[in-house]
């Protein structure tokens, strides 16, 4: 079985799931190759391609001259030429998708070259499944298209677009992986096939065991809040210090509060934390490793994702999955997918979304109840092992690739 993710960018430091994901495949014997369309920026933290990978990772060619971008078009457009009336025809429709043409024409030249004989090529981002859909709509690939749906292609990116913008990718899609029953509903609507659509949760590392309830260093240190996650307005870190401001007023007993992530709301976050008064450590990007031990000292996890005035909506938070995955008892919002990772009362506790009142009073239960946190904490890891476990979701994934296999060798 031969496969190719064709992504945005590779590696990237917020689309790690990529990377898992094609381990995963790998492990499982598949021919795995990344076609990425850009590569690598400031953003990915200077990751380099994995040594495992090396000679199986692609990019798509960005002259930087405008001779050189000059020469680079024409080539491509002498090399596809029997496309050309059917490119003018999707770039002259009023409904027309929302693709670069660089982009689908070096694309293809890479797979023609590279990978002539394959079996399947796996977009993720609904944007970017796009573009795999102009490479089937043109002809220029044979192989089944699968698109995985994240989070901001499912939500901001269609009401920015508007209902018909994957009218052609919903077309020539095989199978399309929404990460969410929320998300497969909306694109439902939208006009997606049911039939293919199908729920692909993404995963976390499960292979560890953790003695998350050891006794403490001291029992009378201060109880620590962890929270993973951009400083975006989505993640709602601002209705967390909100609520953390609340619960203090409560009596709670002393917390201390640690921020994972950087971004753009990073000094409207710390000047507001100033102005609470709250003990907040902003601890910035952090490599995965240190997140996990974060987490692993904490007694509490709290993530307030909210809807964005862009309507940029969550899929299910990995750090969330993470964060449950070591035994950490997590406070949540009925936001999105979370709801299916998080069972409110049983392995986490869900307040409305912008609700910093509702939130503080999770906040202090979990704080003043260690039994409840140590009972929440380990039905949490087991919802994450029974339904999100990386290892186990890479089977599910192996398995909608041979059947779109064998649907098309009938």
Known sequence: MKV?????????????FVYDEVSGQRAKGVDVRILSLFRPNAESDGLDVPSELKGRVFYVPRPSGILQRIRYTAQLLVHFVHVWLPIAALIMNRGRPNF?????LGAARILHREMPDLDILHCHFGPIGLHGAVLKHLGLTSAKLVATFHGVDASAYIRRNGPDCYAL???????????????????????????KVQVHHMGVDCSTSFNKHCSRV????????????????????????????????????????????????????QAQAAKLELRVQFLGGMPHRQVLDRMEAADLFVLASTASPSGDEEGIPVGLM?????????????????????????????????????LAGHIVTLLNGPDLRKQMGKQGRHIVESKFNRSLLAGDLHTHYSRLLDVRSA
Do not use: N, W
């Not at 670069?100 to 689908?104: D, I, K």
């Not at 997918?337 to 009142?357: M, W």
């Open 322 to 358: 993470e964060a449950m995955a070591r035994g950490l008892p997590v406070v949540s919002t009925r936001h999105s997918g979370i709801p299916e990772l998080v069972e409110h009362g049983v392995s986490g506790l869900l307040a409305r979304e912008g609700d910093a009142e509702e």
């Open 4 to 16: 190719c993710y064709l992504v945005s960018r590779f590696p990237s430091a917020t689309q790690t």
């Open 100 to 104: 670069r043409l660089l982009s689908v």
């Open 169 to 195: 990718l919903f077309r020539h899609a095989d199978l399309m992986l929404p990460v969410s029953r929320y998300f497969a509903r909306r694109l439902e609507t939208i006009g997606a096939d049911p039939r």
């Open 218 to 269: 001291s029992p009378d240190a201060p109880l620590r809040i962890v929270s993973v996650g951009r400083l975006v307005r989505k993640k709602g870190h601002h209705i967390t210090l909100e609520a953390l401001a609340i619960a203090r007023r409560s009596g709670v007993r002393e917390f201390l509060f640690e921020l994972i992530g950087g971004g753009p709301e990073e000094e409207r976050l």
